[in-house]
């Protein structure tokens, strides 16, 4: 009988692959499902880039990578993190990694000890609490509902400081609420942890580009707290290399050392083709982006008024990402046939089984209440998976 270590035992399964594999089962039998579930773009990745990677490959650009990433790459992010966001960083402050996912895993690795505490501002990324306990640490949720826009204030984050509080984790914008955090919200974050020298803040900012306010602010644009900021970012959504699996960190010389010791024993350096695609991404034209933010845009109006037009639904508007994330706690309780609705997680897999559309459970992300739908989606497939939607929900009584 094989006996699995206790970290495999007590992770939770990921809520997001457990949607789409159970989506992939039902397509399978042949049923039509619309997938809002997933933080996919639907759109092409950039020919600019497809014909970097392939001509890299042609090249024989198939060989190991520096385990930080191919220097090109680091001086590339260097100068885009200088170009958009007023950053100076040297390429040694740079890693380079299979996705932004394990950036932030290689961070958190590096900082966290068992019975560190790691505040994760709530609703937030469902893979942060378990890439977090991985490292041994404890998990301290700060909430903020919808009434605050699910964005938590300074005063809160330092409520739950303690001497063991070693990192807060967060994104902006936030998956799953699309939440955007202002120049001066981000200044009263920054102001209050010059109390806190000795913690780190991890920002997660892979949705940089996915913005509808026209400015992105990142926490390590404050000068007197910037060693402590590990900035996070990637290619997956901006320029819709989900499959590719690259992302980077930004930190001190200190942490992008210990983060490319620790990937060095687990995965070593990207994908090298990948990475010569990548400078092409940073470097070459940007209007694949600009269309795909317009699209994304116009998909935001078109799902939050199909929302707001259900009874009972509470749905703030996003200011960033490919989500909303609306309050539907109007349904718990209600029933159809045999099947009560206890919880955001039967709301989800009652709007799977009897419209045939796919989202996510809102507890996963820390907000009981809530779900998530992804419009990375065309417009025809949002609005007929809200036709079905609408026709589900009337059933519940």
């Known amino acids: 009988m094989t006996i699995l270590s206790n970290r495999v035992l007590e992770m939770k399964e990921s809520a997001t692959l457990a949607m789409a594999r159970q989506s992939r089962a039902l397509k399978e039998q042949g049923i039509d499902i619309i997938s809002l579930s997933l933080g996919e773009p639907d759109f092409d990745t950039p020919q600019n880039v497809k014909d970097a990677a392939i001509k890299a490959l042609n090249q024989g650009d198939t060989k190991y990578t520096p385990v930080s990433g191919i220097k090109d790459l680091r001086e590339a992010i260097c100068n885009k993190l200088k170009r958009d966001n007023q ?37 937030y990324w469902i893979s942060y609490a ?3 306990e991985l490292a041994g640490a404890k998990v301290v949720e700060i909430k903020a509902d919808v009434t605050q826009q699910f964005k938590v204030t300074a005063s809160q984050i330092e409520e739950k400081i303690t001497e063991k509080t070693k990192v807060i984790l967060f994104s902006s914008p936030c998956n799953p609420t699309g939440a955007v955090f202002n120049k001066n919200e981000l200044d009263a974050i920054a102001k209050m942890l010059l109390k806190y020298p000795k913690i780190h803040v991890i920002s997660d900012e892979i949705y940089e580009h996915i913005n509808y306010t026209g400015n992105h602010f990142s926490l390590a644009q404050w000068p007197e707290i910037k060693d402590r900021v590990i900035v ?24 992008a050392q210990a983060c490319d010791k620790i990937q060095g024993q687990i995965t070593s350096g990207a994908c090298s083709f990948n990475q010569t695609a990548a400078v092409e991404a940073l470097n070459g034209s940007q209007s694949a982006v600009k269309e795909m933010l317009e699209a994304f845009l116009k998909r935001k109006k ?49 709007i799977l089984n009897e419209a045939h559309v796919a989202c996510v459970g809102g507890a996963s992300f820390g907000d009981e209440n809530c779900l998530r739908f992804s419009f990375a989606a065309s417009e025809e497939s949002i609005n007929i998976a809200f036709d079905r939607i609408e026709v589900a929900l009337k059933k519940l009584q």
């Not at 996912?101 to 560190?116: G, H, R, W």
């Not at 996070?232 to 942490?255: C, P």
């Not at 799902?303 to 609306?326: H, N, Q, S, T």
């Open 302 to 350: 078109i799902i939050i008024d199909r929302l707001r037009a259900i009874k009972g639904i509470i749905c703030p508007e996003p200011d960033g990402a490919f989500y909303v994330f609306p309050d539907m706690h109007f349904y718990f309780g209600k029933a159809y046939g045999d099947f009560k609705i206890n919880n955001s997680e039967d709301l989800a897999l009652y």
């Open 130 to 132: 378990s890439i977090a």
């Open 232 to 255: 996070v970012n990637g290619f997956s959504k901006a320029y819709s290399m989900t499959g590719w699996r690259l992302g980077y960190l930004a930190a001190t010389k200190e942490i």
């Open 87 to 123: 950053l100076d960083f040297d390429i040694d402050q740079i890693v380079v990694s299979n996705g932004a996912k394990q950036s932030i895993a290689n961070a958190c690795m590096a900082l966290l000890n068992p019975e560190d505490e790691i505040i994760l501002p709530s609703p």
